[in-house]
């Protein structure tokens, strides 16, 4: 079958996950028992759930795109910051 496409996860329950590995939907192969024992199943699916919303462990998660972002924001802000102490600085020392 040409031009087939796999359906979003987004939206996917645990059990439309599981059916899709045993039955193999479009061009999908299907993964019996014999490949996939029902618990590597059910962690493959937990996986999924999880994968859906992920757990920002400190940082911003700018995106879920990772820490690069956050570095780069930081010191745009730290920059600002020294920019902003320096004008402070000078300003005391014209007066």
Do not use: N
């Not at 996950?17 to 193999?24: D, F, L, N, P």
């Not at 320096?86 to 005391?92: A, D, N, S």
């Amino acid at each position: 079958m040409t031009g087939a496409v796999a359906p979003s996860l987004e939206e996917a329950t645990p059990v439309q996950i599981a059916e899709a590995v045993r039955i193999g939907p479009f061009v999908m192969p299907t993964f019996p028992e014999s490949q996939i024992s029902d618990r590597d199943l059910d962690s493959i699916v937990a996986y999924l759930q999880e994968a859906k919303h992920p757990q920002d462990r400190g940082g911003w998660a700018l995106g879920h795109i990772g820490p690069v972002p956050e570095g780069l924001v930081t010191w745009l802000l730290a920059m600002a910051a020294l920019v902003a102490a320096c004008l402070v600085i000078g300003r005391r020392s014209e007066s």
